[in-house]
């Protein structure tokens, strides 16, 4: 009798502590340097949810090793509703087929709340390169064979993988330089040290319409709402896509009463106006899920990608 009323104080003592959650300062880690569209999306939903529940919610940014750095330190983290993570398609589906070795389990060890929003990439140029479409650039760029440079937020990330199939796609080739974040790649290419990249249009819209980068193409399979004269990079090669993805995570072992608490929270967010037209001016589509869709959405991711990093033969040991 005394087993069995332990085990049933077991989950009142969890329903419990999340009734009471938030009690103190809540951690929402961004895998990325600051500047970068998951360190500005954590920003956007930390804020209001500081609002919400007048505690505070504090981004750190742990960047490193396209993301897996920041992720592994919230797989390690207790799962109380203390720790959170902004979870990106490089870190929850890349990441599990690239590196030979990981700190974490992209699905053993965190615990999917929701996804946040869908994020196109922007194919950009510096302004010293001479093409203004993409035909025009990959003419360039065969022109040039291995002798321009393009950018990423780091080593298999998406932006390094997209580049890839970018090259496969037309049969060109570039030299690949990788950064800590797309705000310091955006300002090594402002500074004419890299030519080309593909990546998050949250970070590089705004840069393309101060005419500091050209953006000559968006890599989803329809043109961004925000830039509707903008063409995708499939209408001048078919069939390419490489859309980015950023959602919320927690430690394994986080109470599903928390959990589904900010997955709530997450939904009233994103339908707000103020918040879409947030990330709608720059390029970034809301997409709250339920935990379990959420779950079911980055398993069909990670089987996506790791057929692009299998077709791409790219591994980091």
């Known amino acids: 009798m005394g087993t069995t009323l332990a085990a049933g104080l077991v989950p009142l003592g969890r329903a419990r502590a999340a009734e009471a959650w938030p009690q103190r300062p809540v951690s929402v880690v961004a895998p990325f340097a600051a500047g970068g569209s998951a360190d500005l999306v954590g920003r956007l939903l930390a804020q209001r949810l500081q609002m919400r529940f007048g505690t505070p919610f504090v981004v750190e940014n742990r960047g490193g090793a396209g993301g897996a750095i920041g992720a592994g330190v919230v797989a390690k983290a207790a799962g109380d509703g203390y720790t959170l993570l902004i979870g990106t398609v490089s870190t929850h589906a890349i990441n599990p087929a690239l590196y030979a070795k990981l700190p974490f389990d992209a699905e053993r060890d965190f615990v ?99 005419g500091q980068v050209r953006a000559l193409a968006v890599s989803t399979p329809q043109r961004a709402a925000v830039a509707p004269d903008l063409p995708t990079i499939g209408e001048s090669v078919k069939g390419f896509e490489a859309t980015g993805w950023q ?64 077709a791409a033969g790219v591994r980091i040991e």
């Open 247 to 310: 959602g919320l995570y927690a430690p394994a072992g986080t109470p599903r009463a928390i959990v589904e608490q900010i997955a709530a929270e997450v939904k009233r967010i994103f339908s707000d106006p103020e918040a879409v037209a947030a990330l709608a001016n720059v390029g970034g589509e809301p997409a709250p899920m339920t935990p379990d869709a959420f779950a079911e959405f980055a398993r069909s991711e990670r089987a996506k990608w790791a057929e692009v990093v299998k």
């Open 112 to 210: 999917p709340i929701s996804l946040l929003v869908r994020l196109p990439n922007l194919l950009t140029v510096s302004n010293d390169v001479p093409a203004k479409t993409v035909p025009e650039l990959v003419a360039y760029l065969r022109e040039n064979d291995g002798k321009v440079n393009f950018g990423s937020s780091g080593n298999g990330t998406s932006s390094h993988l997209a580049a890839v199939m970018f090259q496969r796609a037309t049969g060109t080739r570039m030299t690949h330089v990788p950064f800590r974040s797309t705000a310091d790649e955006m300002t090594s290419m402002i500074g004419g040290s890299i030519q080309v990249a593909i990546d998050s249009m949250t970070t590089i819209w705004p840069l393309a319409q101060a």
